[in-house]
Nanobody
Framework: QVQLVESGGGLVQAGGSLRLSCVAR????????MGWFRQAPGKEREIVGA????????SYADSVKGRFTISRDNAKNTVYLQMNSLKPEDTALYYC????????????????????WGQGTQVTVSS
């Protein structure tokens, strides 16, 4: 089992940027698709985007396409989420998660397909 620790959240004005980091401890993430999810109060947890274990293949929610970018540094066992042009509706608790299966050929985006989760980092965007 891997321990995931997110950081980088905070309060930012609309139009601003934040970069979230997720450091993995306990095992390597190099063979696993990694996802970023978010959950706003009263809403279900939803996918933000995910990056496959190799090749840089990514998938994003329509609501963040063109504004958010996921990257990973397997040597540092770290995944990043660069968030630009932030909007108030991006306000949520952001989680990173590890795919339950290693070396999957596709980028999975369902909550149920991830089995290791961080504690989350709060992102608040003011208007």
């Amino acid at each position: 089992q891997v321990q995931l620790v997110e950081s980088g959240g905070g309060l930012v004005q609309a139009g601003g940027s934040l970069r979230l980091s997720c450091v993995a401890r306990g095992r390597t993430i190099s063979g696993y698709t990694m996802g970023w999810f978010r959950q706003a109060p009263g809403k279900e947890r939803e996918i933000v985007g995910a990056i496959r274990w190799a090749g840089g293949l990514t998938s994003y929610a329509d609501s963040v396409k063109g504004r958010f970018t996921i990257s990973r540094d397997n040597a540092k066992n770290t995944v990043y989420l660069q968030m630009n042009s932030l909007k108030p509706e991006d306000t949520a608790l952001y989680y990173c998660a590890s795919d339950a299966r290693a070396y999957r050929s596709i980028v999975v985006t369902s909550v149920s397909q991830y089995n290791d989760w961080g504690q989350g980092t709060q992102v608040t965007v003011s208007s």
